[in-house]
Nanobody, 119 residues
């Protein structure tokens, strides 16, 4: 299963961006889709994830970012509002689920998309 992330870019502080992630290939069911971010010399951190049970956000983005999902399109989206310079990072899409009706699992990462917030 391949993930294609898009939507990153350069934005001024206080602005908004919307990231998209599409899963392709052998996808039977996606259990969770999420966004993580990473800056140099730091570990990757959770931004947001979504399952059938609900959503979960990193503390630093609560109230500003919203994750959503389109199951029919095997896609997830991250609406980022009120962006801050500290949101600058490479954002990675992640998905876990099953490839077929035999419940062979997959776990995939997208290639990353750069988000830069200027002050």
């Amino acid at each position: 299963v391949q993930l294609q992330a898009s939507g990153g870019g350069l934005v001024q502080a206080g602005g908004s961006l919307r990231l998209s992630c599409v899963a392709s290939g052998s996808v039977f069911r996606i259990n969770v889709m999420g966004w993580y971010r990473q800056v140099p010399e730091k570990s990757r951190e959770l931004v947001a994830l979504i399952t059938d049970a609900g959503t979960r956000y990193g503390d630093s983005v609560k109230g500003r970012f919203t994750i959503s999902r389109d199951k029919a399109k095997n896609s997830a989206y991250l609406q980022m509002n009120s962006l801050k310079p500290e949101d600058t990072a490479v954002y990675y899409c992640n998905a876990d689920g099953f490839k077929d009706s035999d419940y062979n699992s997959f776990g995939s990462w997208g290639q990353g998309t750069q988000v830069t917030v200027s002050s």
